[in-house]
């Protein structure tokens, strides 16, 4: 695996085997940071990574200039790797915490520029994510919660749904606090 932008763009890094991840796709990453680069300052966000997995979406950040970035993992392996590959980068302002993500959501007393979560897609509870962000109020004023899911799943109702990007059988929902007219909202 790699980074694919900013300060450490090309560098590589190799998860270990047998944890229970599945990366986002580089072709789908690019097309995630282009459309986040277009709307956000990376050095001005606070940033939230849940399922943190191999921790590529956090080192995206970070490398893009964050220095504010808490991901969340809830299988120790993932996490220790996670932590180590931090370190190893001299990662700065990356949190890392092995800890159920729903147990976090609800007990979160912090607001993020920009929330990413790539849960398992057959997580029976996957639906549920977007409605429990916004209930606890995570989302900061102007912010963005970004849901990658596969086609399984329809978020096009949902009162907070802003717009999502395709790429393959990935797809990336971006939901927002301030609901958005019928008209302007886009699926690509």
């Not at 929330?115 to 606890?136: Q, S």
């Amino acid at each position: 695996m790699r980074i694919i932008g900013g300060k450490l763009k090309a560098i590589r890094f190799q998860p270990p085997q047998n944890i229970p991840t599945r990366p986002t796709t580089d072709f789908a990453k690019e097309g995630l940071f282009n459309i986040i680069n277009h709307n956000f300052n990376f050095d001005n966000i606070k940033v939230l990574d849940l399922f943190g997995g191999t921790g590529s979406i956090s080192y995206e950040f970070s490398s893009r200039g964050c220095t504010d970035i808490t991901t969340i993992e809830i299988f120790p392996k993932c996490a220790a790797f996670i932590k180590k590959t931090v370190e190893e980068l001299k990662l700065t302002g990356v949190k890392v915490y092995q800890r159920d993500v729903f147990d976090y959501i609800q007990n979160c007393n912090q607001q993020f520029d920009v929330i990413f979560a790539g849960p398992p897609y057959p997580l029976e509870n996957l639906d549920t994510i977007p409605d429990l962000v916004f209930h606890y109020k995570l989302v900061e004023g102007q912010g963005w919660f970004i849901l990658e899911h596969n086609p399984d799943h329809n978020f096009e109702k949902h009162p907070h749904f802003y717009r999502s990007k395709n790429y393959g059988t990935t797809i990336f929902s971006i939901f927002v606090n301030e609901v958005i007219p019928e008209a302007e909202t886009a699926t690509d």
